[in-house]
């Protein structure tokens, strides 16, 4: 039986990585083939987001690093610099403890790439990019002239950092390609997390828009509110709806709701995140995604699987692989904020094409159901050839 060890800050947010984790790790566990583990860093005792399985063996270090540090000045360089190092070290008793076949990094930090890196077990060491290659680079352009250098040099850290790693999956087949490591990266697209018995009936107009993620710079809100600035005033029974987490000290939430107020918007909602996300995708009529980047899009194919047409930018990497433009949704071009005001007009005006895609979607959201999805994963780990014995 192998033995699975997977690193992931926490899993208390209902963000989408938190989602496909947890169906992931006890589908893994529940077929029998593995001895799952999951350690968490930042857990401090706060339920799990979504179901995991109770055979997943679960270790929370609590090891603090990875917060924010209350100190100022020196100390809290100093307090940085010694939580990191018993961040590291908590990190490798536990995992020599295991000694596992595999040790995964989910979430990508330095200091746990680094610590993986640094082991001498004899085990693969894989890391998932569920940010995606753009992203390392992409978020550097909200930074001030004086910062972009320094997080520059940070982002090149990372990337030599994963280059390292034996395996690297990816989930779409342009970023694999961008990796420009052949065979040591591979391709293995997220997977949906739930398949609604039936959708909502194809009659029914909600008159409301969804979109769903952090409210944060790579989701391009601001250019998503710039857009429904101009579909408001011509439609103004339409509503949209935004679901997502404040993203900590990245988020911009505070600025979303200062540009709702002083474009005097009143059919936009900032919503709080919903483990229950599904019946929101449920009372909508259609999906739009704003991001200047993504990896893949987990809510597009989770819209399309509750029978929503898409709208979104073609930004890399996600959408072009996802939706099938004029039959599941629209691509309108990277950033273009009229052009992705003229697809929401275009969405709400024509009834019978908006049904048409609904359809399609939810077909073509099969896909990525579990029973399509988990034999890559086996097959991945398989490759791998490090099989325990059973012992009995």
């Not at 995606?132 to 972009?148: Q, T």
């Not at 949209?240 to 200062?258: A, C, F, T, V």
């Not at 259609?286 to 991001?291: A, D, E, G, R």
Request: glycine share 4%; hydrophobic share 40%; aromatic share 12%.
């Amino acid at each position: 039986m192998m033995k699975l060890v997977f690193l992931c800050n926490n899993m208390k947010s209902t963000n989408g990585v938190e989602r496909v984790l947890s169906q992931r790790l006890s589908l893994l566990v529940e077929s029998g083939e593995y001895e799952v583990y999951l350690i968490t860093y930042n857990q401090f005792g706060a339920p799990f987001s979504f179901h995991i399985s109770d055979k997943v063996h679960y270790i929370d270090l609590a090891t603090r690093y990875l917060y924010a540090c209350s100190y100022h000045g020196w100390y809290q360089y100093l307090d940085r610099f010694f939580s990191k190092i018993k961040f590291k070290n908590a990190v490798r008793r536990c995992i020599s403890r295991i000694n596992p076949d595999v040790v995964t990094c989910v979430d990508i930090y330095l200091a746990d790439l680094e610590t993986v890196l640094g082991l001498s077990l004899n085990a693969v060491k894989v890391v998932e990019c569920h940010c995606g290659l753009s992203a390392y680079y992409g978020d550097i352009d909200k930074n001030s002239i004086d910062k972009r250098s320094k997080e520059l040099k940070i982002k090149e850290k990372l990337i030599r950092s994963v280059r390292k790693f034996d395996k690297i999956v990816v989930m779409t087949e342009a970023e694999r390609m961008d990796w420009k490591l052949g065979e040591k990266v591979l391709c293995i697209p997220n997977m949906l997390a739930s398949y609604p018995d039936r959708a909502h009936e194809d009659n029914q107009t909600f008159h409301r828009v969804i979109s769903v993620g952090r409210y944060a710079f790579q989701k391009g809100y601001d250019m998503l509110l710039e857009a429904w600035k101009i579909v408001e005033k011509k439609y103004p029974e339409w509503s949209l709806h935004i679901y997502g987490s404040h993203d900590g000290d990245m988020g911009n939430y505070e600025q979303l709701k200062q540009t709702v107020d002083n474009y005097k918007m009143s059919n936009v909602y900032l919503h709080q995140a919903t483990s229950d996300v599904y019946s929101k995708y449920a009372e909508s009529d259609f999906y739009v995604m704003s991001s200047r980047f993504e990896s893949f899009g987990l809510v597009l194919i989770e819209s399309m699987a509750c029978a929503l047409p898409v709208i979104s930018f073609d930004c890399k990497y996600g959408p072009q692989s996802i939706v099938k433009a004029g039959q599941t949704g629209v691509l309108v071009s990277e950033n273009d904020v009229e052009k992705l005001a003229d697809a929401i007009f275009s969405m709400i005006e024509n009834d019978d094409a908006r049904r048409k895609m609904a359809a399609n979607a939810r077909i073509e959201s099969k896909v990525y159901l579990p029973g399509n999805i988990m034999p890559l994963w086996h097959d991945f780990y398989k490759s791998l050839g490090k099989v325990r014995p059973i012992c009995t």
